[in-house]
């Protein structure tokens, strides 16, 4: 069993940047981790995810060059450095965690976070 605590949410201008933390407990180290977000009135749709080397990650489109996803093994946590924000990326964000298959593949995930909520104001 995986749990996933996220935090770092919050409201910030267009252009600022922002970094998600997501501590994990159970046996997360042979799993991918990653980032989902849902918008109001939206399905939740994959934003990043990273292999459990470290060494692999994957990214939405939306998000390439601007978002960063890293994992600390040693302190079980990952994290997502968003740079440029802009007003469509406002959303709740979620850790996530799964196999490797599943989450950088199909982009779907076995565990959950609760969310952190991610306001983009102009």
């Known amino acids: 069993q995986v749990q996933l605590v996220e935090s770092g949410g919050g409201l910030v201008q267009a252009g600022d940047s922002l970094r998600l933390s997501c501590a994990a407990s159970?046996?997360?180290?042979?799993?991918?981790m990653g980032w989902f977000r849902q918008a109001p009135g939206k399905e939740r749709e994959f934003v990043a995810g990273?292999?459990?080397?470290?060494?692999?990650?994957d990214y939405a489109d939306s998000v390439k060059d601007r978002f960063t996803i890293s994992r600390d093994n040693g302190e079980n946590t990952v994290y997502l450095q968003m740079n440029s924000l802009q007003l469509e990326d406002t959303a709740v964000y979620f850790c996530?965690?799964?196999?490797?298959?599943?989450?950088?593949?199909?982009?779907?995930?076995?565990?959950w976070g609760q969310g952190t909520q991610v306001t983009v104001s102009s």
């Open positions: 996530a965690a799964g196999t490797t298959a599943a989450l950088l593949g199909s982009h779907t995930a076995r565990s």
């Open positions: 159970g046996r997360t180290l042979l799993y991918a």
């Open positions: 990273i292999r459990w080397n470290g060494r692999d990650t």
